[in-house]
């Protein structure tokens, strides 16, 4: 988890995710937190609910530099 948001904040600041119920906690324990719940119906009746969660990163690049050109 630790090098996938290392690999995330060399270009963004933020990084959302959809957490299963049971996984929010363990997403809250790292500094997650949930800005949404969703429902989604599956089949024969059943709704899956789940959180949409996003954590600020640390990140020595703002949203989008590094990807601009250099003149």
């Known amino acids: ?22 996984a929010s906690h363990m997403y809250e324990i790292r500094g997650y937190q ?3 719940h969703e429902k989604w119906n599956v089949e024969n009746g059943v709704i899956l609910v789940y959180e949409i969660m996003q ?6 690049l703002g949203h989008g530099e590094g990807l601009k050109d250099e003149k």
């Not at 988890?1 to 049971?22: C, F, R, W």
Request: aromatic share 6%; no cysteine.
């Open 1 to 22: 988890m630790q090098n996938l948001e290392g690999e995330i904040a060399k270009h963004y600041n933020t990084v959302y995710l959809d957490a299963s119920l049971p």
């Open 55 to 60: 954590k600020q990163l640390n990140s020595k």
């Open 34 to 36: 949930t800005v949404k």
